[in-house]
Nanobody, 123 residues
Framework: QVQLVESGGGLVQAGDSLRLSCAAS????????AAWFRQSTGKEREFVAG???????FYADSVKDRFTISKDNGENTVALQMNNLKPEDTAVYYC?????????????????WGQGTQVTVSS
């Protein structure tokens, strides 16, 4: 099992930036796939970005060129740098790791989740 704790959410204006961080314990992130998901009110949890053990990154089309996922293997953390934020980015953001399912873009493929951090973007 991997224990995950997110931080860094908040209230910002459209066009601003935020950096989310996820601290892991129990497993080394250097050896496993990690991802960020988000869930807004009334919607299903959706994939935002992922990074594999080799450092290859994957993004949802809606955040490509604005968000960057990265890992710090020494600190055992995974970060999500979010630039040019839009009101539609408002959601609770969750860190997930070590999927058991084959589709890493599906929330149902994970059972290791953080508690989530709220990001609110005002227009």
């Amino acid at each position: 099992q991997v224990q995950l704790v997110e931080s860094g959410g908040g209230l910002v204006q459209a066009g601003d930036s935020l950096r989310l961080s996820c601290a892991a314990s129990g497993r080394a992130l250097s050896n496993i796939y990690a991802a960020w998901f988000r869930q807004s009110t009334g919607k299903e949890r959706e994939f935002v970005a992922g990074i594999n053990f080799s450092g290859f990154t994957f993004y949802a089309d809606s955040v490509k060129d604005r968000f960057t996922i990265s890992k710090d293997n020494g600190e055992n953390t995974v970060a999500l740098q979010m630039n040019n934020l839009k009101p539609e980015d408002t959601a609770v953001y969750y860190c997930a790791a070590d999927p058991f399912g084959s589709d890493r873009r599906m929330a149902s493929s994970y059972d290791n989740w953080g508690q989530g951090t709220q990001v609110t973007v005002s227009s």
